[in-house]
């Protein structure tokens, strides 16, 4: 089942991305900190974010290939969301690849574990994935760590196989299957709020 409708949490929303959102991603994802770790080529512009809201109109969570979707905060004052963020799944198969981005100023206060927990029970819930995987520069170790809290395993970390912004990097590849997700601590358990550096 793909969904089209918003995913909620306790405090973020993942939605569809909107034409609206363009400036708010295009702000983010060319802040250099934001993007030291990400794939897209920087300058990251206005034009690019627009081509990315186009090419996810219509896709689902779920549909075969990348889908982004925004994560977004309740707007205050006033109605509508906040675009935050964005969540990656990646679908081939029962398989997929995850990966979440968020703005500078939202580091540090659980929003990306938070997000990643909705898309992930989504994923491996209703989408009946088998099997999702992250990939990512081991020197990242916000992510290495999240990942870890959710219950990644580390599968192999690949020596120097991609160039990146000028340079050699490894990439660090970690696996969670639905055995995995059920072993994660219940909301509220130490180890659930340790370590909020997402």
Do not use: K
Not at 90 to 106: D, K, S
């Amino acid at each position: 089942m793909n969904a089209s409708g918003p995913l909620r949490g306790a405090r973020v929303t993942l939605r569809p991305l909107q034409p609206g959102d363009a400036p708010a991603l295009a702000a983010y994802r060319d802040d250099p900190l934001v993007a030291r770790y990400q794939g897209w080529p920087l300058p990251s512009t206005l034009a690019d974010a627009q081509a990315l809201v186009t090419d996810m109109q219509g896709r689902r969570a779920g549909d075969p290939g990348w889908t982004q979707l925004a994560v977004t905060l309740p707007a205050s004052p006033g109605p509508g969301d906040t675009l935050i963020g964005d969540v990656a799944l990646h679908v081939q198969g029962r398989e997929g690849e995850i990966g979440v981005t968020l703005a500078r100023a939202h580091h540090g206060h659980g929003y990306a574990a938070e997000a990643l927990n909705v898309l992930l029970d989504h994923a491996l819930g209703p989408l009946g994935l088998t099997l999702l995987r992250a990939e990512i520069d081991p020197r990242n170790l916000p992510v290495l760590r999240l990942l870890q809290r959710l219950h990644f395993r580390h599968h192999e970390t690949q020596v120097g196989t991609y160039l990146h912004r000028g340079e050699w990097t490894d990439n660090a590849v970690y696996t969670l299957t639905p055995a995995d997700r059920q072993a994660r601590p219940a909301p509220g358990h130490p180890d659930e709020a340790a370590h909020r550096e997402d």
